[in-house]
Protein backbone atom coordinates (compact mmCIF):
# COMPACT_ATOMS: atom_id res chain seq x y z
CA UNK A 1 0.00 0.00 0.00
CA UNK A 2 1.34 3.79 -0.42
CA UNK A 3 -0.37 5.16 2.84
CA UNK A 4 -0.14 9.00 3.40
CA UNK A 5 -0.29 9.96 7.15
CA UNK A 6 -1.43 13.71 7.59
CA UNK A 7 -0.17 15.94 11.46
CA UNK A 8 0.35 19.26 12.56
CA UNK A 9 3.32 18.01 14.60
CA UNK A 10 5.36 14.83 13.61
CA UNK A 11 9.79 13.61 14.42
CA UNK A 12 11.57 15.21 15.83
CA UNK A 13 8.86 16.57 17.70
CA UNK A 14 7.69 13.60 19.40
CA UNK A 15 6.70 14.62 22.78
CA UNK A 16 2.54 14.09 22.80
CA UNK A 17 1.05 11.00 22.79
CA UNK A 18 -0.96 11.65 19.36
CA UNK A 19 2.46 12.19 17.37
CA UNK A 20 4.49 9.49 19.41
CA UNK A 21 1.20 6.93 17.75
CA UNK A 22 1.38 8.20 14.44
CA UNK A 23 5.25 7.89 14.17
CA UNK A 24 5.38 4.24 15.69
CA UNK A 25 2.58 2.46 13.34
CA UNK A 26 3.94 4.72 10.42
CA UNK A 27 7.58 3.01 11.01
CA UNK A 28 5.99 -0.32 11.93
CA UNK A 29 4.02 0.15 8.35
CA UNK A 30 6.88 0.60 6.90
CA UNK A 31 8.64 -2.92 8.12
CA UNK A 32 5.65 -4.67 7.00
CA UNK A 33 7.06 -3.35 3.41
CA UNK A 34 4.62 -0.24 3.27
CA UNK A 35 4.99 3.01 1.16
CA UNK A 36 4.83 5.41 3.83
CA UNK A 37 4.46 9.07 3.82
CA UNK A 38 3.40 11.76 6.39
CA UNK A 39 3.13 15.46 5.63
CA UNK A 40 3.26 17.58 8.74
CA UNK A 41 3.69 20.89 9.63
CA UNK A 42 6.34 22.63 11.24
CA UNK A 43 4.69 23.23 14.31
CA UNK A 44 4.96 21.97 17.81
CA UNK A 45 2.36 22.21 21.12
CA UNK A 46 5.04 23.85 23.47
CA UNK A 47 5.13 27.93 22.95
CA UNK A 48 8.53 27.81 24.02
CA UNK A 49 10.22 26.16 20.66
CA UNK A 50 11.01 29.66 18.39
CA UNK A 51 9.95 29.54 15.23
CA UNK A 52 13.53 29.52 13.80
CA UNK A 53 13.80 26.43 15.21
CA UNK A 54 10.99 24.76 13.76
CA UNK A 55 12.03 26.48 10.47
CA UNK A 56 15.34 24.84 10.47
CA UNK A 57 13.98 21.67 9.96
CA UNK A 58 14.34 20.06 6.72
CA UNK A 59 11.48 20.61 4.08
CA UNK A 60 12.21 16.94 2.95
CA UNK A 61 13.55 13.47 4.65
CA UNK A 62 13.46 9.74 5.51
CA UNK A 63 13.41 8.76 8.33
CA UNK A 64 13.10 4.97 9.72
CA UNK A 65 12.22 4.44 6.15
CA UNK A 66 9.03 6.69 6.54
CA UNK A 67 8.88 9.78 3.76
CA UNK A 68 8.19 13.36 5.64
CA UNK A 69 7.91 16.06 3.95
CA UNK A 70 7.49 19.15 5.82
CA UNK A 71 5.30 22.46 4.81
CA UNK A 72 8.02 25.07 4.72
CA UNK A 73 6.84 27.99 6.98
CA UNK A 74 6.10 27.08 10.49
CA UNK A 75 3.47 27.74 12.82
CA UNK A 76 1.99 27.79 16.47
CA UNK A 77 0.35 24.88 17.55
CA UNK A 78 -2.90 26.69 18.61
CA UNK A 79 -2.60 29.56 15.88
CA UNK A 80 -5.64 28.21 12.97
CA UNK A 81 -4.45 31.80 11.61
CA UNK A 82 -0.47 30.96 11.51
CA UNK A 83 -1.40 27.65 10.51
CA UNK A 84 -3.13 28.74 6.94
CA UNK A 85 -0.32 28.93 4.09
CA UNK A 86 1.12 25.59 5.64
CA UNK A 87 -2.79 24.00 4.89
CA UNK A 88 -3.08 25.26 1.77
CA UNK A 89 0.69 23.79 1.01
CA UNK A 90 -0.44 20.81 2.20
CA UNK A 91 -3.71 21.05 0.01
CA UNK A 92 -1.24 20.82 -3.07
CA UNK A 93 1.13 18.91 -2.02
CA UNK A 94 -1.35 16.01 -1.53
CA UNK A 95 -3.18 17.06 -4.34
CA UNK A 96 -0.38 16.42 -6.88
CA UNK A 97 0.31 12.97 -5.00
CA UNK A 98 -2.58 11.89 -5.75
CA UNK A 99 -3.01 12.90 -9.33
CA UNK A 100 1.20 10.97 -9.66
CA UNK A 101 -0.67 7.93 -8.55
CA UNK A 102 1.54 8.01 -5.29
CA UNK A 103 -1.37 7.25 -2.66
CA UNK A 104 -3.61 4.45 -2.19
CA UNK A 105 -5.28 5.70 0.83
CA UNK A 106 -4.96 8.54 3.65
CA UNK A 107 -4.92 8.67 7.20
CA UNK A 108 -5.38 12.35 9.51
CA UNK A 109 -5.20 13.07 12.79
CA UNK A 110 -7.99 15.38 14.07
CA UNK A 111 -8.39 18.28 13.43
CA UNK A 112 -6.23 20.98 11.35
CA UNK A 113 -5.06 18.44 8.13
CA UNK A 114 -8.57 17.34 8.04
CA UNK A 115 -9.51 20.37 6.06
CA UNK A 116 -6.41 20.19 3.34
CA UNK A 117 -6.79 16.29 3.19
CA UNK A 118 -10.67 15.77 2.43
CA UNK A 119 -10.43 18.32 -0.34
CA UNK A 120 -7.33 17.04 -1.78
CA UNK A 121 -9.01 13.64 -1.63
CA UNK A 122 -12.56 14.82 -3.07
CA UNK A 123 -14.01 11.02 -2.95
CA UNK A 124 -11.05 10.04 -5.74
CA UNK A 125 -8.91 8.30 -2.32
CA UNK A 126 -10.15 6.66 0.50
CA UNK A 127 -9.63 8.74 3.93
CA UNK A 128 -9.56 7.12 7.72
CA UNK A 129 -9.28 9.78 10.42
CA UNK A 130 -7.59 9.56 13.68
CA UNK A 131 -8.72 10.97 16.95
CA UNK A 132 -6.97 11.29 19.59
CA UNK A 133 -8.63 14.03 21.34
CA UNK A 134 -12.01 16.57 21.52
CA UNK A 135 -12.14 20.02 22.93
CA UNK A 136 -15.40 19.41 24.03
CA UNK A 137 -14.04 17.24 26.69
CA UNK A 138 -12.43 20.23 29.05
CA UNK A 139 -15.83 21.39 29.32
CA UNK A 140 -16.78 17.88 31.27
CA UNK A 141 -14.56 18.73 33.79
CA UNK A 142 -13.45 22.32 35.03
CA UNK A 143 -14.85 24.32 32.22
CA UNK A 144 -13.53 26.38 29.47
CA UNK A 145 -11.28 27.76 31.33
CA UNK A 146 -9.04 25.36 31.93
CA UNK A 147 -8.80 24.80 28.07
CA UNK A 148 -4.89 25.03 27.03
CA UNK A 149 -5.86 28.37 25.01
CA UNK A 150 -8.25 29.76 26.93
CA UNK A 151 -12.21 30.00 26.53
CA UNK A 152 -11.79 32.21 23.11
CA UNK A 153 -9.49 29.46 21.86
CA UNK A 154 -11.31 26.59 23.39
CA UNK A 155 -14.60 27.94 21.85
CA UNK A 156 -12.75 28.65 18.35
CA UNK A 157 -11.64 25.08 18.59
CA UNK A 158 -14.66 23.62 18.85
CA UNK A 159 -16.33 25.71 15.80
CA UNK A 160 -14.19 23.97 13.92
CA UNK A 161 -13.82 20.38 15.17
CA UNK A 162 -17.93 20.89 14.59
CA UNK A 163 -17.09 21.80 10.56
CA UNK A 164 -14.66 18.66 10.15
CA UNK A 165 -16.43 16.01 12.08
CA UNK A 166 -19.28 15.90 9.59
CA UNK A 167 -16.85 15.58 6.90
CA UNK A 168 -17.38 12.32 5.48
CA UNK A 169 -14.48 9.42 6.25
CA UNK A 170 -14.39 5.47 5.32
CA UNK A 171 -13.45 5.04 8.88
CA UNK A 172 -12.55 6.69 12.61
CA UNK A 173 -10.05 5.18 14.09
CA UNK A 174 -9.70 6.21 17.99
CA UNK A 175 -7.40 4.97 20.98
CA UNK A 176 -10.44 3.49 23.75
CA UNK A 177 -13.60 2.24 24.24
CA UNK A 178 -14.49 5.69 26.01
CA UNK A 179 -13.60 7.52 23.38
CA UNK A 180 -15.41 5.59 20.82
CA UNK A 181 -18.35 6.49 22.44
CA UNK A 182 -17.92 10.42 22.97
CA UNK A 183 -17.59 9.58 18.61
CA UNK A 184 -20.75 8.15 18.10
CA UNK A 185 -22.28 11.93 18.49
CA UNK A 186 -20.34 12.19 15.02
CA UNK A 187 -20.50 9.07 13.48
CA UNK A 188 -22.30 5.60 13.82
CA UNK A 189 -20.42 3.14 16.33
CA UNK A 190 -19.74 0.72 12.57
CA UNK A 191 -17.69 3.63 11.32
CA UNK A 192 -15.17 3.90 14.52
CA UNK A 193 -12.63 1.62 15.17
CA UNK A 194 -10.42 1.26 18.44
CA UNK A 195 -6.85 0.94 18.23
CA UNK A 196 -5.00 1.25 21.56
CA UNK A 197 -1.70 3.12 21.86
CA UNK A 198 1.32 0.62 22.40
CA UNK A 199 5.12 0.82 23.50
CA UNK A 200 7.85 -0.54 21.86
CA UNK A 201 9.41 -3.21 24.22
CA UNK A 202 12.60 -3.76 22.74
CA UNK A 203 13.57 -0.20 23.79
CA UNK A 204 12.28 -0.39 27.28
CA UNK A 205 14.26 -3.35 27.91
CA UNK A 206 17.63 -1.81 26.45
CA UNK A 207 17.33 0.38 29.80
CA UNK A 208 18.64 -1.31 33.33
CA UNK A 209 18.69 -0.42 36.78
CA UNK A 210 20.06 -1.37 39.83
CA UNK A 211 16.88 -0.48 41.88
CA UNK A 212 14.13 1.57 42.87
CA UNK A 213 14.43 4.24 44.81
CA UNK A 214 12.05 3.96 47.51
CA UNK A 215 10.41 7.32 48.07
CA UNK A 216 10.25 8.54 44.60
CA UNK A 217 7.35 9.33 43.10
CA UNK A 218 7.31 10.65 39.22
CA UNK A 219 5.01 12.81 36.64
CA UNK A 220 5.44 12.61 32.76
CA UNK A 221 3.46 15.20 30.62
CA UNK A 222 2.84 18.15 29.45
CA UNK A 223 2.43 21.22 32.08
CA UNK A 224 -0.87 22.12 30.85
CA UNK A 225 -4.33 23.05 32.79
CA UNK A 226 -5.91 20.09 32.11
CA UNK A 227 -2.64 17.97 33.32
CA UNK A 228 -3.32 19.26 37.10
CA UNK A 229 0.42 19.02 37.75
CA UNK A 230 -0.26 21.46 41.20
CA UNK A 231 -2.69 18.63 42.33
CA UNK A 232 -0.11 16.73 42.15
CA UNK A 233 2.58 18.65 44.04
CA UNK A 234 0.56 19.81 46.57
CA UNK A 235 -0.20 15.71 47.14
CA UNK A 236 3.45 14.85 46.91
CA UNK A 237 3.98 18.09 49.89
CA UNK A 238 1.64 16.94 52.12
CA UNK A 239 2.69 13.52 52.04
CA UNK A 240 5.95 14.70 52.86
CA UNK A 241 4.77 15.06 56.48
CA UNK A 242 4.59 11.55 56.87
CA UNK A 243 6.91 10.19 54.71
CA UNK A 244 9.85 12.63 55.04
CA UNK A 245 12.20 12.35 52.22
CA UNK A 246 10.04 11.75 49.78
CA UNK A 247 10.62 13.78 46.14
CA UNK A 248 8.74 14.42 43.08
CA UNK A 249 10.49 14.30 39.87
CA UNK A 250 8.59 15.93 36.92
CA UNK A 251 9.49 14.85 33.00
CA UNK A 252 8.05 17.67 30.19
CA UNK A 253 8.43 19.22 27.12
CA UNK A 254 6.82 22.12 28.99
CA UNK A 255 3.35 24.03 28.64
CA UNK A 256 1.61 27.19 30.24
CA UNK A 257 2.15 25.89 33.69
CA UNK A 258 5.53 25.95 33.21
CA UNK A 259 6.19 29.26 34.87
CA UNK A 260 4.31 28.57 37.91
CA UNK A 261 5.96 25.74 38.49
CA UNK A 262 9.17 26.63 38.25
CA UNK A 263 8.05 29.40 40.87
CA UNK A 264 7.48 26.33 43.32
CA UNK A 265 10.44 24.73 42.10
CA UNK A 266 12.94 27.74 43.71
CA UNK A 267 10.78 27.36 46.40
CA UNK A 268 10.26 23.96 47.81
CA UNK A 269 13.64 21.59 47.56
CA UNK A 270 11.36 18.35 46.98
CA UNK A 271 11.29 18.62 43.41
CA UNK A 272 13.46 17.45 40.40
CA UNK A 273 12.34 19.27 36.53
CA UNK A 274 13.47 17.00 33.92
CA UNK A 275 12.81 19.19 30.30
CA UNK A 276 12.74 17.67 26.93
CA UNK A 277 15.17 14.45 27.89
CA UNK A 278 15.66 11.86 25.68
CA UNK A 279 14.12 8.86 25.95
CA UNK A 280 16.83 6.78 27.35
CA UNK A 281 16.58 9.09 29.86
CA UNK A 282 13.22 9.41 30.71
CA UNK A 283 12.79 5.38 30.56
CA UNK A 284 15.64 5.42 33.33
CA UNK A 285 13.63 7.64 35.38
CA UNK A 286 10.75 5.83 35.10
CA UNK A 287 12.11 2.76 36.18
CA UNK A 288 13.97 3.87 39.08
CA UNK A 289 10.74 5.46 40.67
CA UNK A 290 7.85 3.75 42.55
CA UNK A 291 5.13 5.57 41.95
CA UNK A 292 3.84 7.39 38.67
CA UNK A 293 1.14 10.00 39.34
CA UNK A 294 -0.77 11.44 36.77
CA UNK A 295 -3.81 13.30 38.38
CA UNK A 296 -5.37 14.22 34.33
CA UNK A 297 -9.29 15.86 34.26
CA UNK A 298 -9.15 14.46 30.49
CA UNK A 299 -7.79 11.86 28.36
CA UNK A 300 -8.60 9.49 25.33
CA UNK A 301 -6.11 7.09 26.37
CA UNK A 302 -2.85 8.09 28.71
CA UNK A 303 0.17 6.85 27.22
CA UNK A 304 2.08 7.40 29.88
CA UNK A 305 0.76 5.07 31.90
CA UNK A 306 1.34 1.74 29.87
CA UNK A 307 5.07 3.59 29.28
CA UNK A 308 4.91 3.39 33.08
CA UNK A 309 4.06 0.45 33.65
CA UNK A 310 6.40 -1.55 31.26
CA UNK A 311 8.91 -0.04 33.43
CA UNK A 312 7.26 -1.82 36.90
CA UNK A 313 6.37 1.26 37.98
CA UNK A 314 2.48 1.36 39.48
CA UNK A 315 0.17 4.67 38.54
CA UNK A 316 -2.24 6.61 40.93
CA UNK A 317 -4.39 9.05 39.06
CA UNK A 318 -7.98 10.74 38.94
CA UNK A 319 -10.84 8.62 38.41
CA UNK A 320 -12.05 9.59 34.59
CA UNK A 321 -13.34 7.36 32.09
CA UNK A 322 -10.40 6.70 29.54
CA UNK A 323 -7.76 6.21 32.80
CA UNK A 324 -10.57 3.94 34.14
CA UNK A 325 -10.82 2.10 30.88
CA UNK A 326 -6.41 1.58 30.73
CA UNK A 327 -6.65 0.83 34.49
CA UNK A 328 -9.50 -2.40 33.48
CA UNK A 329 -7.10 -3.65 30.99
CA UNK A 330 -3.45 -3.63 32.72
CA UNK A 331 -4.48 -3.71 36.59
CA UNK A 332 -2.09 -1.79 37.38
CA UNK A 333 -2.97 1.02 39.39
CA UNK A 334 -4.85 2.94 41.76
CA UNK A 335 -7.52 5.10 41.21
CA UNK A 336 -9.61 8.04 43.18
CA UNK A 337 -11.89 10.51 42.77
CA UNK A 338 -11.47 13.57 40.51
CA UNK A 339 -10.26 16.68 42.15
CA UNK A 340 -9.78 15.15 45.90
CA UNK A 341 -6.17 16.25 46.34
CA UNK A 342 -6.36 14.58 50.02
CA UNK A 343 -7.60 11.54 48.98
CA UNK A 344 -4.44 11.26 46.56
CA UNK A 345 -2.22 12.32 49.05
CA UNK A 346 -3.45 9.50 51.31
CA UNK A 347 -3.68 6.99 48.75
CA UNK A 348 -0.36 7.60 47.59
CA UNK A 349 0.94 7.34 51.55
CA UNK A 350 -0.62 4.05 51.40
CA UNK A 351 1.02 2.90 48.55
CA UNK A 352 4.84 3.74 49.67
CA UNK A 353 4.19 2.35 53.04
CA UNK A 354 3.07 -1.21 51.48
CA UNK A 355 6.04 -2.34 49.45
CA UNK A 356 4.11 -5.44 48.58
CA UNK A 357 1.20 -3.73 47.29
CA UNK A 358 2.82 -1.78 44.72
CA UNK A 359 5.31 -4.89 43.58
CA UNK A 360 1.79 -6.27 42.55
CA UNK A 361 0.46 -3.49 41.09
CA UNK A 362 3.87 -3.13 38.99
CA UNK A 363 3.94 -6.78 38.12
CA UNK A 364 0.64 -7.58 37.06
CA UNK A 365 0.49 -3.99 35.24
CA UNK A 366 3.56 -4.88 33.56
CA UNK A 367 2.56 -8.31 31.99
CA UNK A 368 -1.07 -7.02 30.87
CA UNK A 369 1.28 -4.53 29.11
CA UNK A 370 3.45 -6.60 27.48
CA UNK A 371 0.58 -9.22 26.23
CA UNK A 372 -2.00 -6.15 24.64
CA UNK A 373 -0.03 -3.26 24.07
CA UNK A 374 3.02 -3.18 21.38
CA UNK A 375 3.15 -0.70 18.54
CA UNK A 376 3.87 -3.84 16.55
CA UNK A 377 0.24 -5.16 17.05
CA UNK A 378 -1.16 -1.10 16.62
CA UNK A 379 0.26 -1.21 12.99
CA UNK A 380 -1.22 -4.53 12.30
CA UNK A 381 -4.61 -2.77 13.09
CA UNK A 382 -4.08 -0.25 10.91
CA UNK A 383 -2.91 -2.51 8.09
CA UNK A 384 -6.06 -4.02 8.44
CA UNK A 385 -8.16 -1.42 8.72
CA UNK A 386 -6.65 0.14 5.68
CA UNK A 387 -6.98 -3.17 3.60
CA UNK A 388 -10.62 -3.16 4.63
CA UNK A 389 -11.40 0.20 3.97
CA UNK A 390 -9.88 -0.34 0.25
CA UNK A 391 -11.76 -3.54 -0.18
CA UNK A 392 -14.97 -1.37 0.46
CA UNK A 393 -14.26 0.87 -1.98
CA UNK A 394 -13.64 -1.67 -4.76
CA UNK A 395 -17.38 -2.63 -4.14
Known amino acids: MKIVFGTDVFYPV ?38 EKLNALKDEEE ?8 MKKAYRYGSTVSSL ?36 ARKRIPTVLTVHLLSEGFGNWKGWKDYDAGIIG ?29 LTNYFPKEK ?58 IVSGGGECEEIVSDIIKKEGFIEYYKKITDEQKIRL ?42 SLTSGGILV ?15 LVNSDKLKELGDVGKKNVEKKFTWTAVAKRYEKIFNDVLEDNKL
Request: aromatic content about 10%; charged content about 25%.
Open 154 to 182: GFAQKAIENIVLRFPYDMVITVSDTFRTE
Open 85 to 120: PALFEMYRTLNRMIRDNEVDIINFVLYRPCVPFIFA
Open 286 to 327: LKESSLFVFPSSYESFGLVLIEALVCDTPFIAYDIPAIREVN
Open 14 to 51: LEAGGEVHTFNVAQNLVKFGHEVTVLSGKSSQFIDDPI
Open 63 to 70: VEGIRIIR
Open 337 to 351: PYGEVELLTQQICKL
Open 192 to 249: IEVVYNGVDLDQYSEVEVRQKKTNQIIYVGALKKRKNILDAIYAVKMARKIIKDLTLV
